[in-house]
């Protein structure tokens, strides 16, 4: 058994199709324009929202997305452990979207396509992505209010 074969006998990857390949290139290129736009908002003090946090103003304290675009303003400027320190849901799934992007971005350019990634989803259920998405931001906004609940004596 030649080297190559022996690398890939558990089946961990294969050559990927042709619609793969270009799928993962629009997934890696969002990914990237994402970032792009978030390095520019840090750099040029860009901001896209308007005004304030209604929640905050009505009930003075943080909503469940409070510092998420901040955080993810940070990990785009390469201050990830400040990322996790301003909001660790966005934190998270920032890595998560830059694993995807580093996946997508092997797929698209050298056809390898991970078989882990189909068995990933073809096993993964919408209500189950709903659900992390819930306990992610919930457990940021534990974070984020311990922070505003904190009293200094």
Known sequence: ?????????????????????????LVFLGIVALFGFLQLM??????????PCGFKQKYGLPCPT?????????????KIFESFYIQPAAALLCCVLAVSAFL???????GVYFNFIRR?????KTRYII????????VGWAVTL???LRIDY
């Open 104 to 110: 997508a971005f092997i797929t698209a350019v050298f």
């Open 120 to 124: 990933f989803f073809a096993e993964l």
């Open 66 to 78: 409070c510092g998420m675009t901040t955080s993810a303003v940070a990990f785009a400027s390469g």
């Open 42 to 51: 840090a750099r040029y003090k860009i901001n896209p929202w308007a005004g």
């Open 146 to 148: 311990t922070r505003a």
């Open 131 to 138: 659900l992390a998405l819930i306990v992610i931001v919930a």
């Open 1 to 25: 058994m030649r080297v190559g074969q022996q690398l890939n006998k558990h089946k961990f990857f294969c050559r990927a199709s042709s619609r793969q390949r270009l799928t993962a290139g």
